[in-house]
């Protein structure tokens, strides 16, 4: 029982922190969110989260900034620097090489994602019991633009952008005025790496141009279907999915369709903080 409440507690702070990551972060605010002693409160985190709070805090200021680098071109090396709370852009470059074995102007240019993830690969606090609410649309066939990833989902990202480049190049499917899917084909923790396909899409209106980048016209058939919100990062979307089959499948005498969950992405990691993040997820059903 102790043990589940220091796991609810330390959910509680990391939860805290990735909605201020712009603010100043210290023990008695860190210890207080907690309900413990600023006695304990380090070692406690240190347990149940795998690493300082120290640590996780400049780790989520730093994932935040390889999005940026990632996904917004427009912004300077400098700007991120200083919005991830670090006092000059050197000591930003030594801490984000020393995270990721790649200076910031070298990851803008070609990004590591395989490196990138093993950084993300800790405990994390468990959630408890997965609770959600559950809606059956009516969905209309969604004529898609799309770009497929074959292989680890630790190098998605590396489509992603390319599909990102796409659509402000061509601006056949705008990010703005679109739709935004996303597409496994399976579960990419079961599946053999090289088994997996992930699209990502966007909805268009009319015929798109050849492109040097592959994306492909298609659609996601129309139908009904069950649609629950995820909120927060997309590192966690399994824990609906997997709610939506197990706790809500089983009790709602519904039956799959043949195509796959999918996700609608309502808005997007470099535009709003990590926390923030809206994602519908849809389980298309067979008609009543």
Request: include cysteine; charge should be negative; glycine fraction near 4%.
């Amino acid at each position: 029982m102790a043990s589940n409440r220091h796991q609810v507690r330390m959910l509680m702070v990391c939860d805290y922190i990735q909605q201020h990551l712009d603010e100043t972060l210290n023990l008695e605010q860190l210890s207080q969110v907690a309900a413990l002693s600023k006695y304990h409160f380090h070692r406690v985190f240190s347990a149940v989260v795998g690493m300082s709070s120290t640590k996780y805090i400049q780790l989520a200021r730093l994932k935040r900034a390889s999005y940026r680098l990632a996904f917004e071109d427009q912004l300077s090396i400098t700007d991120i620097a200083f919005e991830a709370s670090f006092e000059s852009v050197e000591a930003f470059s030594r801490a984000f090489k020393r995270t990721f074995a790649q200076s910031p102007s070298q990851f803008r240019q070609q990004a590591n994602w395989t490196n990138w993830h093993r950084m993300f690969e800790f405990t994390s606090p468990s959630r408890g019991p997965f609770m959600i609410d559950v809606d059956i649309i009516d969905l209309p066939t969604q004529r898609i633009a799309y770009l497929s990833h074959y292989g680890a989902i630790d190098k998605v990202l590396e489509t992603v952008g390319q599909f990102i480049t796409w659509r402000k190049q061509s601006g056949e499917s705008p990010i703005a005025s679109s739709r935004t899917f996303g597409i496994p084909y399976g579960d990419p923790y079961v599946l053999p790496a090289n088994q997996f396909r992930f699209d990502v899409a966007g909805s268009i209106t009319q015929a798109i141009s050849d492109n040097r980048f592959g994306v492909q016209v298609g659609e996601i058939p129309g139908g009904r279907c069950a649609v629950a919100v995820h909120k927060g990062s997309h590192d966690n979307i399994s824990d609906t999915i997997y709610a939506l089959y197990r706790d809500w499948l089983p009790n709602s005498d519904q039956e799959l369709r043949d195509y796959p969950c999918f996700f609608e992405y309502l808005n997007f990691i470099h535009e709003v903080d990590e926390c923030d993040l809206v994602t519908k997820v849809y389980l298309p059903l067979k008609d009543a």
